[in-house]
Protein backbone atom coordinates (compact mmCIF):
# COMPACT_ATOMS: atom_id res chain seq x y z
CA UNK A 1 0.00 0.00 0.00
CA UNK A 2 1.35 3.73 -1.10
CA UNK A 3 2.80 5.36 1.88
CA UNK A 4 2.21 8.79 2.73
CA UNK A 5 2.82 11.24 5.42
CA UNK A 6 2.56 14.73 7.52
CA UNK A 7 6.27 15.57 9.16
CA UNK A 8 6.81 17.87 11.34
CA UNK A 9 7.80 18.77 14.89
CA UNK A 10 5.91 18.49 17.00
CA UNK A 11 2.98 16.47 15.47
CA UNK A 12 0.72 14.78 17.42
CA UNK A 13 -1.47 17.55 16.91
CA UNK A 14 -1.74 17.53 13.33
CA UNK A 15 -5.31 17.03 11.44
CA UNK A 16 -3.77 15.48 8.02
CA UNK A 17 -3.86 12.08 8.69
CA UNK A 18 -7.53 12.32 9.35
CA UNK A 19 -8.15 14.69 6.51
CA UNK A 20 -6.26 12.45 3.99
CA UNK A 21 -7.74 8.84 5.08
CA UNK A 22 -11.03 10.66 4.57
CA UNK A 23 -9.95 11.94 1.11
CA UNK A 24 -8.62 8.12 0.50
CA UNK A 25 -11.99 6.24 1.59
CA UNK A 26 -13.75 8.75 -0.76
CA UNK A 27 -12.19 8.04 -3.85
CA UNK A 28 -11.11 4.92 -3.24
CA UNK A 29 -7.64 5.53 -3.06
CA UNK A 30 -5.13 2.78 -2.04
CA UNK A 31 -2.82 4.29 0.53
CA UNK A 32 -1.61 4.43 4.30
CA UNK A 33 -1.37 8.41 5.45
CA UNK A 34 0.33 8.59 9.05
CA UNK A 35 2.79 11.49 10.95
CA UNK A 36 6.15 11.48 10.96
CA UNK A 37 7.74 13.33 13.90
CA UNK A 38 11.33 14.15 12.70
CA UNK A 39 14.39 15.50 15.07
CA UNK A 40 15.18 19.33 14.76
CA UNK A 41 18.12 18.71 12.79
CA UNK A 42 17.61 15.32 11.25
CA UNK A 43 14.97 16.30 8.77
CA UNK A 44 16.65 15.61 5.82
CA UNK A 45 17.48 11.94 6.78
CA UNK A 46 13.54 10.96 7.98
CA UNK A 47 12.90 11.94 4.30
CA UNK A 48 15.47 9.67 3.00
CA UNK A 49 14.39 6.75 5.14
CA UNK A 50 10.57 7.22 4.71
CA UNK A 51 11.43 7.52 0.85
CA UNK A 52 13.95 4.74 0.75
CA UNK A 53 11.15 2.42 2.62
CA UNK A 54 8.94 3.14 0.21
CA UNK A 55 7.35 6.18 0.66
CA UNK A 56 5.64 8.49 -1.91
CA UNK A 57 4.70 11.97 -0.42
CA UNK A 58 5.00 14.17 2.42
CA UNK A 59 3.18 17.12 4.12
CA UNK A 60 5.77 19.47 5.38
CA UNK A 61 4.65 21.54 8.34
CA UNK A 62 6.77 23.74 10.79
CA UNK A 63 9.62 24.20 11.44
CA UNK A 64 10.29 22.41 7.97
CA UNK A 65 9.07 24.26 4.86
CA UNK A 66 12.32 25.85 4.05
CA UNK A 67 14.40 22.96 4.42
CA UNK A 68 12.03 20.88 2.13
CA UNK A 69 12.21 24.01 -0.25
CA UNK A 70 16.28 23.36 -0.19
CA UNK A 71 15.59 19.20 -0.34
CA UNK A 72 13.74 19.29 -3.49
CA UNK A 73 15.55 18.54 -7.19
CA UNK A 74 12.63 21.09 -8.77
CA UNK A 75 9.69 23.47 -8.10
CA UNK A 76 6.36 24.13 -8.75
CA UNK A 77 5.98 27.53 -9.79
CA UNK A 78 3.64 28.27 -6.17
CA UNK A 79 6.82 26.92 -4.24
CA UNK A 80 9.41 28.90 -6.06
CA UNK A 81 7.62 32.23 -5.46
CA UNK A 82 6.76 31.29 -1.61
CA UNK A 83 10.29 30.23 -1.47
CA UNK A 84 9.05 27.08 0.83
CA UNK A 85 7.34 23.80 0.26
CA UNK A 86 5.22 21.98 2.00
CA UNK A 87 4.19 19.13 -0.07
CA UNK A 88 6.89 17.10 -1.73
CA UNK A 89 6.22 14.26 -4.22
CA UNK A 90 8.84 11.59 -4.87
CA UNK A 91 9.18 10.41 -8.23
CA UNK A 92 11.99 8.80 -10.57
CA UNK A 93 13.05 11.79 -11.42
CA UNK A 94 13.85 12.98 -8.17
CA UNK A 95 12.11 15.75 -5.55
CA UNK A 96 9.15 18.09 -6.34
CA UNK A 97 8.52 20.64 -4.19
CA UNK A 98 4.81 22.27 -4.30
CA UNK A 99 3.44 24.86 -1.64
CA UNK A 100 -0.52 23.80 -1.48
CA UNK A 101 -1.07 26.82 0.99
CA UNK A 102 -1.66 30.17 -1.14
CA UNK A 103 -4.43 27.63 -3.90
CA UNK A 104 -6.00 26.05 -0.66
CA UNK A 105 -6.73 29.73 0.70
CA UNK A 106 -8.20 30.83 -2.39
CA UNK A 107 -10.24 27.76 -3.25
CA UNK A 108 -11.77 28.10 0.69
CA UNK A 109 -12.35 31.90 -0.08
CA UNK A 110 -13.82 31.23 -3.21
CA UNK A 111 -15.42 28.00 -3.50
CA UNK A 112 -16.35 27.75 0.48
CA UNK A 113 -17.20 31.09 1.01
CA UNK A 114 -18.28 32.57 -1.83
CA UNK A 115 -15.87 35.62 -1.96
CA UNK A 116 -14.32 36.12 -5.14
CA UNK A 117 -11.20 37.74 -5.64
CA UNK A 118 -11.82 39.84 -8.86
CA UNK A 119 -12.29 43.73 -8.24
CA UNK A 120 -11.72 43.40 -4.40
CA UNK A 121 -9.67 45.38 -2.03
CA UNK A 122 -8.10 43.12 -0.25
CA UNK A 123 -5.48 43.61 3.06
CA UNK A 124 -3.02 41.36 4.67
CA UNK A 125 -1.67 41.86 7.75
CA UNK A 126 1.71 40.37 8.29
CA UNK A 127 5.15 39.72 6.21
CA UNK A 128 6.21 36.51 7.26
CA UNK A 129 6.12 33.04 5.75
CA UNK A 130 2.76 32.54 5.80
CA UNK A 131 2.00 35.95 3.76
CA UNK A 132 4.66 34.92 1.46
CA UNK A 133 3.21 31.28 0.49
CA UNK A 134 -0.16 32.98 -0.19
CA UNK A 135 0.54 36.08 -2.24
CA UNK A 136 1.18 34.60 -6.01
CA UNK A 137 -2.42 32.89 -5.86
CA UNK A 138 -4.07 35.87 -4.36
CA UNK A 139 -2.11 37.74 -6.98
CA UNK A 140 -4.03 35.29 -9.67
CA UNK A 141 -7.15 36.45 -8.43
CA UNK A 142 -6.98 40.07 -10.45
CA UNK A 143 -7.76 41.94 -7.09
CA UNK A 144 -8.57 45.79 -7.46
CA UNK A 145 -5.51 46.23 -4.78
CA UNK A 146 -2.88 44.05 -2.32
CA UNK A 147 -1.96 46.14 0.70
CA UNK A 148 0.55 44.04 3.16
CA UNK A 149 0.78 45.61 6.50
CA UNK A 150 3.44 44.95 8.95
CA UNK A 151 4.83 46.01 12.48
CA UNK A 152 8.03 46.23 10.35
CA UNK A 153 7.45 48.35 7.38
CA UNK A 154 11.19 46.92 5.48
CA UNK A 155 9.59 43.63 5.74
CA UNK A 156 6.17 44.37 3.96
CA UNK A 157 7.89 46.30 1.15
CA UNK A 158 10.56 43.65 0.33
CA UNK A 159 7.63 41.38 -0.19
CA UNK A 160 5.60 44.07 -2.24
CA UNK A 161 8.92 44.16 -4.49
CA UNK A 162 9.74 40.46 -4.70
CA UNK A 163 6.11 40.03 -5.87
CA UNK A 164 5.47 43.57 -8.06
CA UNK A 165 6.23 41.53 -11.41
CA UNK A 166 3.16 39.40 -10.77
CA UNK A 167 0.79 42.26 -9.74
CA UNK A 168 -0.42 42.07 -13.37
CA UNK A 169 -3.02 45.46 -13.06
CA UNK A 170 -3.70 44.81 -9.00
CA UNK A 171 -2.04 47.59 -7.08
CA UNK A 172 0.05 45.92 -4.83
CA UNK A 173 1.35 48.21 -1.84
CA UNK A 174 3.00 47.59 1.60
CA UNK A 175 2.86 49.37 5.14
CA UNK A 176 3.28 49.64 8.77
CA UNK A 177 -0.48 49.03 10.88
CA UNK A 178 -0.70 52.86 11.59
CA UNK A 179 -0.69 53.47 7.97
CA UNK A 180 -3.99 52.08 7.57
CA UNK A 181 -5.79 54.65 9.41
CA UNK A 182 -8.86 56.01 7.16
CA UNK A 183 -8.48 53.02 4.50
CA UNK A 184 -11.51 50.39 4.21
CA UNK A 185 -10.93 46.78 2.61
CA UNK A 186 -13.69 43.96 1.10
CA UNK A 187 -11.20 41.28 2.49
CA UNK A 188 -9.05 41.27 5.39
CA UNK A 189 -6.39 38.05 6.14
CA UNK A 190 -4.69 37.86 9.22
CA UNK A 191 -1.58 35.92 8.43
CA UNK A 192 0.04 36.96 11.87
CA UNK A 193 0.66 34.53 14.35
CA UNK A 194 -1.47 36.79 16.87
CA UNK A 195 -3.65 34.65 17.33
CA UNK A 196 -1.28 31.31 18.58
CA UNK A 197 -0.80 33.64 21.39
CA UNK A 198 -4.24 35.23 22.01
CA UNK A 199 -3.31 38.85 21.03
CA UNK A 200 -4.48 41.36 17.81
CA UNK A 201 -2.69 43.38 15.50
CA UNK A 202 -2.76 47.11 16.36
CA UNK A 203 -5.25 47.93 13.94
CA UNK A 204 -7.07 51.50 13.24
CA UNK A 205 -10.64 50.97 13.69
CA UNK A 206 -12.88 51.27 10.31
CA UNK A 207 -11.28 48.86 8.08
CA UNK A 208 -13.99 46.95 6.86
CA UNK A 209 -16.43 47.99 3.94
CA UNK A 210 -20.14 47.24 3.94
CA UNK A 211 -20.44 43.40 3.42
CA UNK A 212 -16.14 42.89 4.27
CA UNK A 213 -14.64 39.48 5.25
CA UNK A 214 -12.57 38.80 7.95
CA UNK A 215 -10.32 35.93 7.50
CA UNK A 216 -7.96 34.63 10.18
CA UNK A 217 -5.79 31.84 9.15
CA UNK A 218 -4.94 30.49 12.42
CA UNK A 219 -8.56 28.05 13.44
CA UNK A 220 -9.61 26.35 16.76
CA UNK A 221 -12.85 26.00 18.53
CA UNK A 222 -15.03 29.43 18.68
CA UNK A 223 -13.89 32.68 16.98
CA UNK A 224 -10.52 34.18 17.50
CA UNK A 225 -9.62 37.64 19.01
CA UNK A 226 -8.80 38.74 15.76
CA UNK A 227 -12.41 37.62 14.32
CA UNK A 228 -14.27 39.01 17.48
CA UNK A 229 -12.52 42.10 17.14
CA UNK A 230 -13.29 42.06 12.87
CA UNK A 231 -16.93 41.73 13.73
CA UNK A 232 -17.20 44.23 16.25
CA UNK A 233 -15.24 46.66 13.91
CA UNK A 234 -18.10 46.18 11.48
CA UNK A 235 -16.65 43.58 9.24
CA UNK A 236 -20.58 41.68 8.25
CA UNK A 237 -18.72 38.00 8.55
CA UNK A 238 -15.66 36.14 9.57
CA UNK A 239 -13.76 33.08 8.89
CA UNK A 240 -11.17 31.00 10.24
CA UNK A 241 -8.66 28.71 8.67
CA UNK A 242 -10.04 24.91 8.93
CA UNK A 243 -10.76 25.73 5.30
CA UNK A 244 -7.40 26.68 4.49
CA UNK A 245 -6.53 23.19 6.11
CA UNK A 246 -8.53 21.19 4.28
CA UNK A 247 -8.33 22.76 0.99
CA UNK A 248 -4.40 22.77 1.07
CA UNK A 249 -4.56 18.97 2.01
CA UNK A 250 -6.79 18.47 -1.40
CA UNK A 251 -4.72 20.37 -3.37
CA UNK A 252 -1.75 17.90 -2.16
CA UNK A 253 -3.79 15.34 -2.26
CA UNK A 254 -4.83 15.93 -6.37
CA UNK A 255 -0.85 16.74 -6.70
CA UNK A 256 0.13 12.38 -5.44
CA UNK A 257 -2.92 10.47 -6.87
CA UNK A 258 -4.13 12.70 -9.56
CA UNK A 259 -7.81 12.79 -8.95
CA UNK A 260 -9.35 15.72 -6.41
CA UNK A 261 -11.77 14.71 -3.77
CA UNK A 262 -14.97 16.45 -2.83
CA UNK A 263 -13.19 18.75 0.62
CA UNK A 264 -16.60 19.82 1.85
CA UNK A 265 -17.94 17.02 4.00
CA UNK A 266 -14.57 16.44 5.26
CA UNK A 267 -14.44 19.65 5.93
CA UNK A 268 -18.45 19.78 7.81
CA UNK A 269 -17.10 16.68 9.88
CA UNK A 270 -14.17 18.62 10.71
CA UNK A 271 -15.71 21.11 11.74
CA UNK A 272 -18.50 19.58 13.65
CA UNK A 273 -15.40 17.65 16.06
CA UNK A 274 -13.89 21.06 16.79
CA UNK A 275 -17.35 22.68 17.76
CA UNK A 276 -18.05 19.38 19.89
CA UNK A 277 -14.27 20.28 22.12
Known amino acids: MDRYAVIGNPIAHSKSPQIHTAFARQTGQQLRYEALLAPLDGFADTVARFRAEGGRGLNVTVPFKLEAFA ?71 RPASLTIANRSVGKAEALAALFAAHADGSALAACGFDALAGRRFDLVINATSASLA ?80
Open 71 to 141: LADRHTARAQAAGAVNTLAFGADGILGDNTDGAGLVRDLEANLGCALGGRHILLLGAGGATRGVLLPLLAG
Open 198 to 277: DELPPLPPGLYTAGALAYDMMYGRGHTRFMQAALADGAARVADGLGMLVEQAAESFALWRGVRPDSAPVLAALRRQLDAG
